[in-house]
Structures are given as structure tokens and as C-alpha cells.
């Protein structure tokens, strides 16, 4: 990654700095996460059994467990490390949801977790093509993050994303090891595997991906699909969250988040044929339409623009 600052008609380098400790990683991610990976950091080196876990955080967006582990180095193997943890995790789930508790303030039962989209996030400045390859398949619950710091305080953030078809359960042929009691429980899932939980019909599938086709065209669009429903993002931001009925997508765009820690601007959609409603809970507000054929689709992706442009 080379960044440039452009002064006047010429370009001037921006000189690479390093980080000398893992320690400073992980303190400057930890005290970013919301803005970073728009997850919630729950505790710092937590001690479960005999493994210490770098960073605790949840996703409140799936009701999920993230683990997030800081490398300097890369004499490491990623798969054994993140089944390791994933498998402690699986097997100690009371553990996970006392220390959320604990370090909180806040209520959480063991039924509102969603254990299955648990994941491993490994940041590192670099990691070697053996790192890279050992997760290039499309099922494994982890992310590779390189985090770059340059002059003038300058971060930079890349995701490596694998492009494989091929489940890792084709290569690893024998039975009761770690990765295939934790690929029983946990998944990554699929936009197909979202639609076939959903059991929408094959028209209602076409009409999601005549929309997804459009909407990826927009730039630093990202396709997050979860067991219950699919959003877009926009730089890791939530734009459009698409749940699925058999005959017809639910669409809700957020107007803003009430958590007392997360109070947002209101969003306000222009929306001359009043073509979204608006409803709110105790967390949140969003105007809603239910999506049921292509007829009304330009204009329907004129007000999701809205929403996208309003996103940094």
C-alpha cells in the first residue's frame, strides 16, 4: 500500500513508518473498533483456559463474538490459532457471555448470541503468502486485516479476501478434529445460503439479484450476508438491510441508532411517492418498504442512494 499527497499538479510520498510492539497495535485498535470494524470491545487479554485472548469485542449487528488477535510476527499458523480459539469459545460459552456482562454493564443471554457467525479477525502489518492461502477458501470464520502507519500519523486498513469456491471441509479429510467440530457450529454463510434459509421464492431470489447487481456497481460496496438477512456496506457501514420473505424482500434503511452510546443524526430520505414508511423500537428508527417486483426498481435505487452518499 503507497499513499501520496498531492501538492498542487505533483504528487509527494508519503514516507512508511512500522510499529515497533504488537502492544501498539492493539492499543490503537481497541481504542478504535467502532470507527474501524464497527463492532463493540468488550475486554483486553482475556484468559480462557489456557489460551489469552488479545481482544474480546461483539457484533451486535449478528448478536455474535468476535476474537481479535494482533501479529507482529508470521511464524504463526492462522487456522490452528483461530479453530483454537473458536473451539474454546464453542465449549465455554457461559465464560464469554459472564465476562460481556461483566465488563459492560449490560444483560446478555446464552439464546440471543448467535454462536453460529462467530470469527477471528487477525491484524497484522504483513502476512506471508502461506497466511494468505491457508484461508482462500470461502468457509473459513476468519479475517486477515494489514495495518499500515505512515507519516503525519497516517493509518491505513486492508482486508485480504479470499476469492475460492472450495470449502475447507474438502481438504481436511479426517474425522473429529477441531476444524470439523467447529464447522458443525459455526458457518460463513452465503448470499444462496441466506435465500435457501429464508425459503424465498425463485422470483423473489431473481428480484435480489437483479438489485444486487446494481447496487455492487456502486463503489467500496461490500455484500454481508448473515443467517436472517443480507446488508450492503459502505467502507464496513451498514447502508440497506434486505430481510426475506417468500414472496418479497423487507427493506429498512436506518433513519438512526438510540443507544445511549450510539445516538445518531437522523438520516432523512427524500422520497416524493412516499414509497417508505417509517417504524422505530427501543434501538433504533428505519424507514421500511416491502420490495415485490422490479416495476418501481430505478426509483427504488434512487432512494438507497440516498442513504449510500450520505456514508462516508
Same mark, same amino acid.
Given at each position: 500500500?503507497? !499513499? ?6 505533483? =504528487? +509527494?510520498? *508519503? @514516507? #512508511?513508518?512500522?510499529?515497533? &510492539?504488537? /502492544? ?65 469459545? !464453542? ?6 457471555? =459472564? +465476562?460481556? *456482562? @461483566? #465488563?459492560?454493564?449490560?444483560? &446478555?443471554? /446464552? ?83 441466506? &435465500? ?117
Amino acid at each position: 500500500m503507497d !499513499l501520496y499527497k498531492l501538492k498542487k499538479d505533483h =504528487l +509527494e510520498s *508519503i @514516507e #512508511k513508518d512500522s510499529f515497533k &510492539l504488537e /502492544k501498539d497495535i492493539q492499543v490503537l485498535v481497541e481504542n478504535n473498533f467502532e470507527i474501524l470494524f464497527n463492532i463493540e470491545f468488550v475486554s483486553t487479554e482475556f484468559i480462557i483456559n489456557e489460551f489469552r485472548l488479545d481482544s474480546l469485542c461483539y457484533d451486535n449487528e449478528t448478536n455474535s463474538f468476535v476474537i481479535v488477535e494482533y501479529k507482529k510476527g508470521s511464524s504463526y499458523s492462522v487456522i490452528d490459532q483461530g479453530y483454537s480459539y473458536l473451539s474454546v469459545m !464453542l465449549n465455554n460459552k457461559s465464560d464469554f457471555i =459472564l +465476562e460481556y *456482562i @461483566e #465488563k459492560t454493564g449490560k444483560n &446478555l443471554k /446464552k439464546n440471543e448470541v448467535d454462536w453460529s457467525q462467530s470469527r477471528i479477525i487477525f491484524i497484522s502489518q504483513s502476512f506471508n503468502s502461506y497466511q494468505k492461502n491457508s484461508v482462500n477458501f470461502q468457509d473459513v470464520p476468519f479475517e486477515l486485516w494489514e495495518i499500515k502507519k505512515f507519516s503525519d500519523g497516517i493509518i491505513g486498513l486492508n482486508q485480504h479476501k479470499s476469492s475460492s469456491k472450495e470449502s475447507i471441509q474438502k481438504v481436511n479429510k479426517s474425522k473429529n478434529t477441531i476444524i470439523n467440530s467447529v464447522n458443525k457450529e459455526v458457518q460463513v454463510y452465503t448470499e444462496n445460503d441466506t &435465500l435457501k434459509n429464508k425459503n424465498v421464492s425463485d422470483e423473489t431470489s431473481q428480484l435480489y439479484f437483479s438489485l444486487r447487481d446494481k447496487i455492487i456497481t456502486w463503489d467500496d460496496v461490500v455484500v454481508n450476508p448473515t443467517k436472517k438477512y443480507i446488508s450492503f456496506k459502505k467502507n464496513r457501514t451498514p447502508f440497506v438491510y434486505l430481510n426475506f420473505r417468500k414472496k418479497y424482500i423487507r427493506v429498512h434503511i436506518l433513519i438512526q441508532s438510540k443507544e445511549v452510546k450510539k445516538v445518531t443524526k437522523p438520516f432523512i430520505l427524500d422520497d416524493p411517492k412516499k414509497m417508505f414508511s417509517s417504524w422505530e423500537n427501543d434501538y433504533t428508527k428505519m424507514y421500511s418498504y416491502d420490495l415485490k417486483d422490479e416495476k418501481d426498481l430505478d426509483y427504488f435505487l434512487l432512494m438507497l442512494k440516498q442513504k449510500y452518499d450520505s456514508l462516508n
